[in-house]
C-alpha cells in the first residue's frame, strides 16, 4: 500500500470513528477549570452545573479552581488543553470579552482558541454599598463622590473585568473620580463591604442574593437593561446615566479549540441536561442567575457581538489595556 493510500485509509477510520467516539464519551473523569474563589457566586453557580454534569454522564467532575487575572488564567490553561471534552471552562464574559481588551498580557484568542459549548445563564451585576455610607441610590453616591474626589473606593472582581468598565464608564459619564481597588475575585470586596472594610463594591446578583436580607449591604443601583426582578425596587444604572450601555454578563461553558463536532454536540447536549435539570434550575433561579442553554452556533455568535460591543465602548471610553 502507497504512502498515499495509507494516509487516506487512516483519515477515512479516523472520520468514521468519531461517532464512535462520542458514544463512549465520557470514559473517565472530566475536569472543569473555574476562575473563581471558592464559595463565590460564579464559583457556586459552576458547581451547581457540573454537580449535575456528573449525575447526567455518571462520571466524576472534577472542580479545579484557577482565581485571578480577570479570570485568565483559568482560560489560558483550558485553551492549552487536548481537546477530548475531558477538559472545560466555564468561565464569564470577563475571560472571553473584556480580558482580550483591557490586559496586554492575555495570550489566548476568545474565538480562535476556544469551542463554545453553550451560555449557561444570565448574571446581571449591581452596585453595592456599606449601609453606613451616607447613600441610597447611584446619584447620591456620585453627589459624594464629587466631594471627595479619588477618596471613595470601590472593589470590583479585578483589573479589566466587566465591573471594572462598568465603573469606569459611570464615572466617564458622571464626571467622578473614585479610587479603583480590584481583588481577585468578586466575593472579597463584597465581605469587605459588609466588614465596612470599604465602601462600595460591584457585584454579581449571584453572591448578593444570600445577603439580600442581612442588614449587612444596601444595593443601589443594578447594572442591567432592565430592573431586576428580586430587587425591583433598585433602579438600573441608565435611569440615573442615559445612555449608559450595560456590558455584557454571563457565564458560559466551553472546550478547547478543535473539539470534534460529534464530541461537540454530546458535551453540548450532557451540559444543557445539567442546566435545565429541576434542582440546579432552581438553584440558580434563587442565586440570581436566569440560566440559558443556548446552541453552539448562538453562543459563539453572541461571544462575537459581545466582543464587537465591548471593543466599541472600551475605544468610547478612552480606557487602555494594562499589564
Known amino acids: 500500500m502507497t504512502t498515499l493510500r495509507r494516509w487516506a485509509s487512516a483519515m477515512l477510520l479516523s472520520i468514521a470513528a468519531l461517532p464512535a467516539v462520542s458514544q463512549t464519551y465520557p470514559a473517565k473523569p472530566i475536569r472543569v477549570f473555574v476562575p473563581f474563589v471558592a464559595g463565590s457566586g460564579g464559583d457556586v453557580a459552576a458547581r451547581i452545573v457540573t454537580t449535575g454534569l456528573a449525575q447526567a454522564v455518571n462520571q466524576p467532575v472534577i472542580v479545579e479552581n484557577r482565581a485571578g487575572a480577570g479570570e485568565s488564567i483559568a482560560a489560558e490553561m483550558a485553551s492549552r488543553a487536548t481537546p477530548d471534552g475531558y477538559t472545560l471552562l466555564i468561565c464569564s464574559a470577563n475571560a472571553m470579552v ?161 473539539l470534534s463536532q460529534p464530541l461537540l454536540r454530546r458535551v453540548h447536549a450532557e451540559a444543557v441536561k445539567a442546566i435545565q435539570r429541576p434542582e440546579g434550575r432552581s438553584k440558580l433561579e434563587q442565586m440570581g442567575f436566569d440560566p440559558v442553554a443556548n446552541s453552539p452556533e448562538q453562543f459563539a455568535a453572541m461571544i462575537k457581538r459581545d466582543l464587537e460591543l465591548v471593543g466599541r465602548v472600551v475605544k468610547a471610553a478612552g480606557i487602555q489595556p494594562t499589564d
Open 98 to 258: 473584556f480580558r482580550p481588551y483591557l490586559s496586554k498580557v492575555v495570550t489566548y484568542d476568545s474565538v480562535r482558541d476556544f469551542t463554545a459549548v453553550t451560555e449557561i445563564a444570565d448574571a446581571a451585576a449591581t452596585i453595592v454599598v456599606n449601609p453606613s455610607l451616607p447613600v441610597s441610590s447611584l446619584k447620591e453616591l456620585i453627589d459624594y463622590a464629587k466631594s471627595r474626589p479619588g477618596k471613595v473606593a470601590y472593589g470590583t472582581s479585578g483589573i479589566g473585568t466587566s465591573h471594572h468598565l462598568s465603573a469606569e464608564q459611570i464615572q466617564r459619564m458622571a464626571g467622578v473620580n473614585m479610587l479603583h481597588v480590584p481583588y481577585k475575585s468578586g466575593i472579597q470586596p463584597f465581605n469587605d463591604v459588609m466588614a465596612g472594610l470599604i465602601p462600595v463594591s460591584i457585584v454579581i446578583m449571584g453572591t448578593l442574593t444570600p445577603q439580600l436580607k442581612s442588614g449587612k449591604i444596601r444595593v443601589i443601583a443594578v447594572i442591567s437593561g432592565e430592573r431586576n426582578r428580586r430587587i425591583p425596587d433598585v433602579a438600573t444604572v441608565a435611569e440615573t446615566l442615559p445612555g449608559f450601555s450595560p456590558p455584557p454578563a454571563w457565564l458560559g461553558l466551553f472546550a478547547p479549540a478543535g
